[in-house]
């Protein structure tokens, strides 16, 4: 049963599991649902998320698009490489192209979350082409401004020495992403917070201290992303995000064209925080295509 408002999120059985294996032998678990023959919709978590951060929705936009989602490598059912050099967000991005291409997803649609939306800006600096659409959803063109990368490697540290456990006991008390709207959805809808444990369970330490310090790390390249971006763009992010507003902001003025849509009620994670109005803003975008 797909999850609802009052429940944790589950696909329905309308999906199909696949396990698609990239070059360097990583399999990436992947989840998709609609008719093949509709325009592709590739929905890309972000970091210490899972492919389930979009089960609410997956039956809806399916109506009309073929549907995708997966585990970025290190996270939930996908596998963990034990290298520290599988972890880059030119990887990353790569992985969104090899899951678009091994799906066969035709007239593409790419939406990213924070660290998904950065992999997703390597994919487009990489085939400026990728997509006939693309949606960017609470990142950054760069290293996210107000997240100390010191405080990072500290915690990258941590993971490494010390285990996901005992990060988690700081992280829970920086909740550095944190917010009214996404507290509201860990009182109020159950199982959420299970949920959100379960995650944090699946994650590989090394991709965590790997992945951790690149994102605070890396050279900004909105200039990049605005050159090479000629295809129709929606920026999305939630008015309580306060880590990226602002670079979700410079993505919406530098990209031609681009539309930005604030979601009211909403932090890092409007999909769950306010659902009704995320959806509706993505699928008047889509319907525009």
Same mark, same amino acid.
């Given at each position: 049963?797909?999850?609802?408002?009052? =429940?944790?999120?589950?696909?329905?059985?309308?999906?199909?599991?696949?396990?698609?294996?990239?070059?360097?032998?990583?399999?990436?678990?992947?989840?998709?649902?609609?008719?093949?023959?509709?325009?592709?919709?590739?929905?890309?978590?972000?970091?210490?998320?899972?492919?389930?951060?979009?089960?609410?929705?997956?039956?809806?936009?399916?109506?009309?698009?073929? +549907?995708?989602?997966?585990?970025?490598?290190?996270?939930?059912? =996908?596998?963990?490489?034990?290298?520290?050099?599988?972890?880059?967000?030119?990887?990353?991005?790569?992985?969104?192209?090899?899951?678009?291409?091994?799906?066969?997803?035709?007239?593409?649609?790419?939406?990213?979350?924070?660290?998904?939306?950065?992999?997703?800006?390597?994919?487009?600096?990489?085939?400026?082409? +990728?997509?006939?659409?693309?949606?960017?959803?609470?990142?950054?063109?760069?290293?996210? *401004?107000?997240?100390?990368?010191?405080?990072?490697?500290?915690?990258?540290?941590?993971?490494?020495?010390?285990?996901?456990?005992?990060?988690?006991?700081?992280?829970?008390?920086?909740? /550095?992403?944190? =917010?009214?709207?996404?507290?509201?959805?860990?009182?109020?809808? *159950?199982?959420?917070?299970?949920?959100?444990?379960?995650?944090?369970?699946?994650?590989?330490?090394?991709?965590?201290?790997?992945?951790?310090?690149?994102?605070?790390?890396?050279?900004?390249?909105?200039?990049?992303?605005?050159?090479? +971006?000629?295809?129709?763009?929606?920026?999305?992010?939630?008015?309580?995000?306060?880590?990226?507003?602002? *670079?979700?902001?410079?993505?919406?003025?530098?990209?031609?064209?681009?539309?930005?849509?604030?979601? /009211?009620?909403?932090?890092?994670? /409007?999909?769950?925080?306010?659902?009704?109005?995320?959806?509706?803003?993505?699928?008047?975008?889509?319907?525009?295509?």
């Amino acid at each position: 049963m797909q999850g609802t408002a009052g =429940s944790r999120p589950a696909f329905s059985s309308s999906i199909t599991e696949e396990r698609i294996v990239v070059d360097d032998g990583v399999g990436l678990a992947t989840v998709v649902a609609g008719d093949p023959a509709a325009p592709g919709l590739l929905l890309v978590h972000g970091f210490g998320g899972a492919q389930e951060d979009f089960a609410d929705h997956v039956d809806t936009l399916a109506v009309d698009h073929r +549907v995708a989602t997966f585990d970025h490598r290190g996270h939930g059912a =996908s596998d963990h490489p034990e290298d520290p050099a599988a972890y880059t967000l030119d990887r990353l991005g790569a992985d969104v192209r090899a899951v678009a291409d091994a799906l066969e997803l035709r007239d593409l649609r790419l939406l990213g979350h924070s660290m998904g939306g950065m992999a997703l800006r390597r994919a487009v600096l990489e085939d400026p082409l +990728v997509g006939r659409a693309l949606v960017f959803m609470d990142t950054s063109p760069g290293a996210p *401004p107000g997240i100390d990368p010191e405080v990072v490697a500290i915690g990258a540290e941590i993971a490494r020495t010390h285990g996901m456990g005992t990060l988690k006991q700081v992280s829970d008390e920086l909740d /550095p992403l944190g =917010s009214e709207a996404y507290q509201r959805v860990v009182a109020d809808r *159950p199982g959420f917070r299970e949920y959100a444990a379960d995650k944090w369970a699946s994650l590989s330490p090394v991709m965590w201290a790997t992945l951790a310090v690149e994102i605070t790390r890396q050279a900004d390249q909105l200039g990049e992303l605005a050159a090479a +971006v000629t295809v129709p763009t929606l920026v999305l992010v939630g008015d309580q995000d306060r880590e990226f507003a602002g *670079p979700s902001r410079a993505i919406a003025d530098a990209v031609p064209g681009a539309a930005l849509v604030e979601i /009211p009620d909403a932090g890092h994670s /409007p999909q769950f925080e306010n659902p009704v109005a995320w959806l509706a803003a993505l699928r008047t975008f889509l319907a525009s295509l």
